[in-house]
């Protein structure tokens, strides 16, 4: 499940490249691991993965997922949150809202304000 909705963000953005899709399943081939030791965390795979994979294409090529919600100013990368938990989102801080559920940046125009 965490692989299928972090490669439908990556689609949505069009970075869906075949290095980029084996950063996805090498995140997912080591978080396998960490989920078989702590199996209550396995909710919280989606996120760790969309952490791993932004990680990883930050050092290669830049920040990933851009924020679609700011018009103006320095481009930004949205972020993960909550960082270790269930039901993930990418988030604009500085924006303050919730621009979409991990897997779903295809229909992100805006945002909601985060709580």
């Not at 972090?6 to 080591?30: G, K």
């Not at 760790?48 to 924020?67: F, I, K, N, S």
């Amino acid at each position: 499940m965490a692989r299928a909705l972090v490669l439908a963000d990556l689609a949505a953005r069009e970075v869906a490249e075949a290095d980029v899709v084996s950063m996805v399943e090498e995140s997912v081939a080591q978080r396998r691991w960490w989920v078989e030791q702590w199996p209550e965390g396995a909710s919280f795979l989606s996120g760790l993965v969309a952490q791993d994979v932004q990680d990883a294409l930050l050092e290669r090529y830049g920040r990933w997922p851009l924020c679609p919600v700011c018009g103006s100013g320095d481009p930004h990368a949205l972020e993960v949150e909550p960082e270790l938990g269930p039901d993930p989102h990418w988030v604009c801080h500085k924006a303050g809202v919730k621009v979409a559920a991990i897997g779903g940046l295809g229909g992100a125009a805006g945002g909601t304000r985060s709580s």
